[in-house]
């Protein structure tokens, strides 16, 4: 069992950067592609941001690109969204999910999911 814990949430004025961190469990070999999704109050859960891991090819949402890098650490098992120039539109619980294919943006695709982290960008 792959077990993600998200961290680097919280509170941000607009313009702001964050940078979101998802440590994989040390038996995470099995995972091809890691993602970053997002769901604010009343909406559907949205995927932001994936990378495959062992190339490093990143994918990104229209709403991401330009202001969103995710990289990771394969060493540390660590996935990272750094997250730049913040508008209110952000505002969002932010979930690190895994997938055993090269998912991309595909949230059916994703297996493993972490509990989320809370973002707010304030006006």
């Known amino acids: 069992q792959v077990q993600l814990v998200e961290s680097g949430g919280r509170l941000v004025q607009t313009g702001g950067s964050l940078r979101l961190s998802c440590a994989a469990s040390?038996?995470?070999?099995?995972?091809?592609?890691m993602g970053w999704f997002r769901q604010a109050p009343g909406k559907e859960r949205e995927g932001v941001s994936a990378?495959?891991?062992?190339?490093?090819?990143?994918y990104y949402a229209n709403s991401a690109k330009g202001r969103f890098t995710i990289s990771s650490d394969n060493a540390k098992n660590t996935v990272y969204l750094q997250m730049d120039n913040l508008i209110p539109e952000d505002t969002a619980v932010y979930y690190c999910a895994g997938s055993i294919v090269d998912a991309g943006l595909r949230k059916s695709a994703y297996t493993y999911w972490g509990q989320g982290t809370q973002v707010t960008v304030s006006a």
């Open positions: 990378i495959a891991v062992k190339d490093g090819h990143p």
């Open positions: 040390a038996r995470a070999f099995t995972i091809y592609a």
